[in-house]
T-cell receptor, first 109, second 116 residues
């Protein structure tokens, strides 16, 4: 089945610094989704990318889908304490949505 | 709309006990699924359903049963609880549009299960 590797596992940043998490697959993906989970909460859908080379922005968040559709990234510009949590990428195929292990973001004020 | 509702929020079981985790959604979603979340391992798919009467196994189905008698409900049964099943369990639903079933998932608040 499809698998995605997500790095890094953890990231500590100072408030105002940028943050990036990466998602990589050995196979071509039909799409990729990104979710955010606040500490103690449940995952919340952020965005879905489907086109090769696609770039989408949500305020300070920038999502990219690689040209070969085998990797994706989430970049946060000028992190804030409200950005803390775990960011997951997820891929769908065969009726299943499979999640990466997640990147946990810590932001120090 | 309540969205996806899971009960109970917390549960402690002894090894060998059985129980059912409840999940209900009021969005008329065809697709429902169960995940477990363990530290450092992300969310792992246990079982899923593409509609009433249809269920199938995910990545880690052993020790769990599901059924889907209605569109709204998708209970998860632990047959004989083991300490390895200590985890946080999330139910999720989506519009599940065929043929790709790649609609965004809506998650419940989770059930924290401890097996001693």
């Amino acid at each position: 089945g499809q698998q995605v590797m997500q790095i890094p596992q953890y990231q500590h940043v100072q408030e105002g610094e940028d943050f990036t998490t990466y998602c990589n697959s050995s196979t071509t993906l039909s799409n990729i989704q990104w979710y955010k989970q606040r500490p103690g909460g449940h995952p919340v859908f952020l965005i879905q990318l489907v086109k090769s080379g696609e770039v989408k922005k949500q305020k300070r968040l920038t999502f990219q889908f690689g040209e070969a559709k085998k990797n994706s990234s989430l970049h946060i510009t000028a992190t804030q304490t409200t950005d803390v949590g775990t960011y997951f990428c997820a891929v769908t195929g065969g009726f299943k949505t499979i999640f990466g292990a997640g990147t946990r973001l810590f932001v120090k004020a | 709309n309540a969205g996806v509702t899971q009960t109970p929020k917390f549960q402690v079981l002894k090894t060998g006990q059985s129980m059912t985790l409840q999940c209900a959604q009021d969005m008329n979603h065809e697709y429902m699924s169960w995940y477990r979340q363990d530290p450092g391992m992300g969310l792992r798919l246990i079982h899923y359903s593409v509609g009433a009467g249809i269920t199938d196994q995910g990545e880690v189905p052993n020790g769990y049963n599901v059924s889907r008698s209605t569109t709204e409900d998708f209970p998860l049964r632990l047959l004989s609880a083991a300490p390895s099943q200590t985890s946080v369990y999330f139910c999720a639903s989506s519009e599940g549009q065929a043929p790709y079933y790649n609609s965004p998932l809506h998650f419940g608040n989770g059930t924290r299960l401890t097996v001693t």
